[in-house]
C-alpha cells in the first residue's frame, strides 16, 4: 500500500470494517511537517500545532486570494479549531453498515469525501472507480476551480477529461491543476 504522508502534512485517514460488521473511520494529523516539532517528554509522540487552524481578528490584506478572518474560528477558551476533517460510516442499510469513508488532503477532505460516496451511491461505480475518478475542487476563495492532474509512482495518470475543462473555461472559470490529491479511504461492505 503506498502511503502519501509527507504531503499531506502529517494527515492520515483509515477506514476499516470487521466481519462482524463492526466499523471504525478515524482521521489523525499533526497539521504541519513533524507538528509543533516538539516530542512530549513522556510519551514520545509529537505534538500537534492545530493552533494553526484558528484564525485572527486582523484586517483584510486585500489580497483576493486569501480569506478573510472568520470569527467562528478566532482563539476562545474551550473552543476546537475549525476542521476539514470527515470521518464518516454514513450508510446503514436494515441498521447494518455498509460502508465508511473519509480522506486526508487539508481543505479538500469534505469534497473528495462527498465525492466518493455520491460516485457509490448515486452514480452506481464500483468502490475502486469511485476513489480513482479525478475530482475538481473550489472553495471560492481564491476563485479558481483546482483539478486534479497527476502521475502515480507506478506511471497511471489522473486527471479530469479535456472536454469537462474545456466547458469549464467556457463558463468563464480559472483553472489551476493540482499535482497533489486527496487521498480517499473507502471501504464496502455487500450484503449477503
Known sequence: MEWNQINHHGTCHFS????????????TTVNGYFGAVML????????NNQMDDFTIPAKSSGDLNVPPPAPASFIRPGKRPLSS????????????????VGASGGA???????????????????????????????????NRVLFENLTTVFNDH??????????????????????????VQFIVQEFD
Not at 40 to 47: D, E, K, Q, R
Not at 162 to 182: I, S, Y
Open 16 to 27: 476499516i470494517i470487521d466481519s462482524e460488521r463492526n466499523a471504525v473511520s478515524m482521521t
Open 40 to 47: 512530549s517528554p513522556s510519551t514520545g509522540i509529537v505534538l
Open 85 to 100: 476533517m470527515s470521518p464518516t460510516i454514513n450508510v446503514l442499510k436494515d441498521g447494518k453498515v455498509k460502508a465508511a
Open 108 to 142: 479538500n477532505i469534505i469534497a473528495a469525501t462527498t465525492k466518493v460516496f455520491l460516485n457509490h451511491f448515486f452514480l452506481k461505480m464500483d468502490p475502486l472507480s469511485s476513489v480513482l475518478a479525478p475530482r475538481i475542487y473550489h472553495q471560492l476563495i481564491p
Open 158 to 183: 489522473f486527471e479530469i477529461p479535456k472536454e469537462t475543462r474545456v466547458v469549464l473555461e467556457k463558463k468563464g472559470h480559472a483553472l489551476t491543476p493540482m499535482t497533489g490529491a486527496t487521498i
